[in-house]
């Protein structure tokens, strides 16, 4: 959707924001991801929107802690209690 804008990170799936203020966070969680060796598998398999600061994490991991690592990354860079996890673990 042209309207949401969207941003390719350094490597990996497009992320969607709406501003300037929605990118920041976007790519703050997405370097965070980035730079925790423990998720180079899933890396490329998560998005990240950010809508008017309230962030959506869609994706597919291995392991529930894969995805409450995530959602703790995503929780350090918002600071506030506007994230909705949609990341579906695969298998335990």
């Known amino acids: 959707n042209g309207n949401d804008g969207f941003s390719t990170p350094r490597r990996g799936p497009i992320d969607h924001y709406q501003t300037q203020s929605d990118r ?9 991801v980035f730079d925790d060796s423990s998720l180079d598998r899933v890396y490329n398999d998560i ?3 950010t809508i008017k600061g309230h962030v959506t994490l869609n ?9 409450d690592n ?7 860079s918002v600071k506030s209690n506007m994230i909705h996890n949609e990341i579906l673990v695969a298998r335990n």
């Open 24 to 32: 920041a966070i976007t790519q703050s969680i997405r370097n965070a």
């Open 47 to 49: 998005t990240i929107s």
């Open 59 to 67: 994706g597919r991991v291995d392991t529930q802690m894969e995805k």
């Open 70 to 76: 995530i959602r703790g990354k995503a929780r350090d």
